[in-house]
């Protein structure tokens, strides 16, 4: 297959990546980046594709990739960049729904759980919760690996009896 018909069948799949994107994304704008992004790799790493394989598969395995790397990336700039206590509205634009208000209750609610926590099991918690990995926590925190994992747990154990008034699934 050459790269005029590689080109393409990989447009033709332009209207499902968009679809799957908008799962990823849940904005339009945001989706029609990554779609545009995947397109991009995949006419670059053309020569990495091997005939006779999904190409649809293919695809979203590069979209699906894509969307997590610039996610850690994301994670990893905010956590460098904003070190706040609070998260502010700004931050929170992303996962606001319908009521500003009932938000905030919700917010408050949230950040009451975490700070009834104890050192022992917040700093690991919210740590993960940034993004980082079970070494990454366990090597800043000089505790083994296995202890992280048992306060993380711990946490969300408390953390969904505290917050008992809303529905988790």
Do not use: C
């Given at each position: 297959?050459?790269?005029?018909?590689?080109?393409?069948?990989?447009?033709?799949?332009?209207?499902?990546?968009?679809?799957?994107?908008?799962?990823?994304?849940?904005?339009?704008?945001?989706?029609?980046?990554?779609?545009?992004?995947?397109?991009l790799k995949a006419v670059t790493y053309f020569k990495n594709f091997?005939?006779?394989?999904?190409?649809?598969?293919?695809?979203?395995?590069?979209?699906?990739?894509?969307?997590?790397?610039?996610?850690?990336?994301?994670?990893?700039?905010?956590?460098?960049?904003?070190?706040?206590?609070?998260?502010?509205?700004?931050?929170?634009?992303?996962?606001?729904?319908?009521?500003?208000?009932?938000?905030?209750?919700?917010?408050?609610?949230?950040?009451?759980?975490?700070?009834?926590?104890?050192?022992?099991?917040?700093?690991?918690?919210?740590?993960?919760?940034?993004?980082?990995?079970?070494?990454?926590?366990?090597?800043?925190?000089?505790?083994?690996?296995?202890?992280?994992?048992?306060?993380?747990?711990?946490?969300?154990?408390?953390?969904?009896?505290?917050?008992?008034?809303?529905?988790?699934?």
């Amino acid at each position: 297959m050459n790269k005029l018909e590689f080109n393409t069948l990989v447009i033709q799949q332009s209207e499902s990546l968009k679809a799957y994107a908008r799962n990823f994304t849940r904005d339009q704008d945001d989706a029609n980046d990554l779609v545009q992004d995947t397109l991009l790799k995949a006419v670059t790493y053309f020569k990495n594709f091997k005939e006779g394989t999904n190409l649809k598969g293919w695809l979203y395995t590069i979209m699906k990739n894509t969307f997590i790397n610039n996610y850690r990336r994301i994670v990893k700039t905010n956590s460098f960049i904003t070190k706040e206590e609070e998260i502010t509205s700004a931050n929170l634009v992303v996962s606001a729904t319908k009521n500003g208000g009932e938000n905030k209750f919700v917010m408050e609610d949230i950040n009451d759980a975490l700070s009834s926590l104890s050192d022992d099991y917040y700093v690991p918690f919210t740590m993960y919760f940034e993004g980082y990995k079970y070494h990454e926590i366990s090597d800043h925190l000089n505790i083994p690996i296995g202890t992280v994992k048992t306060r993380i747990h711990v946490a969300r154990k408390v953390m969904k009896k505290t917050l008992s008034t809303y529905k988790f699934n």
